[in-house]
């Protein structure tokens, strides 16, 4: 007796075997940092990158509108098909199955592509770094330091280096050469395929939160360029990071920190410390609240002026959806190895004290 498979039931075959596959593949991050993350993405990300990097603006962008606009039309002939009568449970299992199809599909895609990253080793390994346990005492060190460069660069930060980086050109310009100079530091930080672009989305991106994203299906950064100057930089470095593979964020803002302290742009160099003061001053405030008032009232007029700046940007785009953005945000990074969610981006403090712990506190 001959049994036959359509090829529907194949297609559903394969996507279930190249689900449990990638499953199995991520539970072994010595697997996933050789195989994969030095291995495979590093061809794959490189290739997306030279594909689409070209194009001016972002294809990315108009993939995910693509998508938007189709799943809306769908909608639209549902709600149609309810209304004409014709939603029975047969119509039901057929949506079901569908979005079922969408999702494995999507999932196998994205992890195939970028995701797998998530289960890396990642800097640790490459840098010989453990994530340990810190007392206040050590974020107190930290911040003392971060205090002490962002205060210096903030001198040397004039209006002029400020005007220098109004134009995206300029930005985007000055950000290719930040991991041509890393790498000569950090061999695995070679970036091959510059592909880093201003989003379609930068207004609307204010609403939602964000600053910039990764695109792993076209290999593309995006950067919200409305953002203020003084952080702008460091989002750059940050979405760089991710298309080298480096997936958690915690680990994409201590790669960010490696590369844009090297640069010899003040803009650079400024607002990687004002980035990590940020965090760090958090962490301490936790902690030790009487000192972290004591590090921010000694802040430099200028920082004072930026970090107001910044408040001020953020305060004016808050809405009712926001919250439930960052909700689901945060659900996607609990989901790939990142426990905190959202505040798996303050998680760099701990990379920054483990730095400066092996190497000195000159590293910071």
């Known amino acids: 007796m001959k049994i036959r498979f359509s090829k529907k039931w194949i297609s559903w075959l394969a996507?279930?075997?190249?689900?449990?596959?990638?499953?199995?593949?991520?539970?072994s991050p010595a697997f996933i940092e050789k195989y994969y993350s030095n291995g495979l993405y590093p061809l794959m990300g490189a290739s997306l990158r030279y594909l689409f990097g070209w194009i001016p603006f972002s294809f990315g962008d108009l993939l995910y509108s693509f998508v938007i606009i189709f799943l809306i039309y769908k909608l639209v002939r549902i709600i149609k098909t309810m209304r004409a009568g014709g939603f029975n449970r047969k119509y039901l299992k057929l949506i079901f199955r569908k979005l079922l199809f969408f999702a494995l599909l999507a999932y196998v895609i994205f992890y195939s592509l970028w995701g797998l990253n998530y289960s890396r080793a990642?800097?640790?390994?490459?840098?010989?770094?453990?994530?340990?346990?810190?007392?206040?005492?050590?974020?107190?060190?930290?911040?003392?330091?971060?205090?002490?460069?962002?205060?210096?660069?903030?001198?040397s930060f004039t209006a002029a280096s400020r005007d220098s980086f109004k134009t995206k050109r300029s930005v985007f310009f000055n950000a290719s050469l930040l991991y041509k100079i890393a790498a000569t530091r950090f061999p695995f930080l070679?970036?091959?395929?510059?592909?880093?672009?201003?989003?379609?989305?930068?207004?609307?991106?204010n609403y939602a939160g964000f600053q910039g994203y990764y695109n792993p299906f076209t290999g593309e950064a995006q950067v919200n360029t409305t953002i203020p100057k003084s952080v702008e930089p460091f989002v750059v470095s940050h979405e760089i990071a991710h298309q080298l593979g480096y997936a958690k964020e915690s680990e994409a803002n201590f790669v960010g920190f490696l590369a844009c302290r090297l640069h010899p742009s003040i803009n650079f160099k400024y607002s990687v410390y004002f980035d990590m003061y940020h965090y760090a001053i958090r962490e301490l405030a936790i902690g030790d609240s009487v000192s972290a008032h004591r590090y921010d009232s000694?802040?430099?007029?200028?920082?004072?002026?930026?970090?107001?700046?910044?408040?001020?940007?953020?305060?004016?785009?808050?809405?009712?959806?926001?919250?439930?953005?960052?909700?689901?945000?945060?659900?996607?990074?609990?989901?790939?190895?990142q426990p905190k969610g959202r505040a798996s981006y303050n998680e760099v403090v701990g990379w920054l004290i483990a730095y400066y712990k092996k190497y000195g506190k000159g590293v910071i």
Do not use: C, W
Not at 15 to 27: D, G
Not at 136 to 146: I, N
């Open 15 to 27: 996507l279930i075997v190249l689900v449990v596959l990638l499953k199995m593949a991520s539970v």
């Open 122 to 155: 990642g800097i640790a390994r490459q840098m010989g770094l453990a994530e340990a346990a810190y007392t206040v005492s050590d974020v107190d060190t930290l911040v003392q330091l971060l205090h002490g460069k962002l205060n210096a660069h903030a001198v």
């Open 190 to 205: 070679v970036y091959k395929g510059y592909s880093v672009k201003p989003s379609l989305f930068s207004y609307l991106g």
């Open 298 to 337: 000694t802040l430099h007029s200028q920082v004072k002026k930026d970090m107001k700046e910044y408040v001020a940007f953020y305060k004016k785009y808050r809405n009712p959806v926001e919250p439930y953005i960052d909700r689901f945000y945060g659900y996607f990074l609990k989901a790939n190895n």
